[in-house]
């Protein structure tokens, strides 16, 4: 599953990376920051739902 991102630079990827880790396990996501949408892709077994309560918390949906 790919989900576009403000998740911009290596400080961002900190802000949100305990809670994806926690969320998707670690290593089990990643992020492109050089692409303009900023994709986050992780496993389609996770809920949608829960990711995006994730990026929401940190202000990290892209609109």
Known sequence: ?????KINCGGCIAKVQSDLNA???EGN???D???P???L???DDV???DVLDVLEA???IAE
């Open 37 to 39: 949408n900023k994709p």
């Open 58 to 60: 940190h202000n990290m």
């Open 29 to 31: 996501w990643s992020v």
């Open 1 to 5: 599953m790919t989900l576009d991102s």
């Open 47 to 49: 809920d949608v739902d």
């Open 41 to 43: 892709t992780f496993s």
């Open 33 to 35: 920051t050089a692409l």
């Open 23 to 25: 969320l998707l396990g």
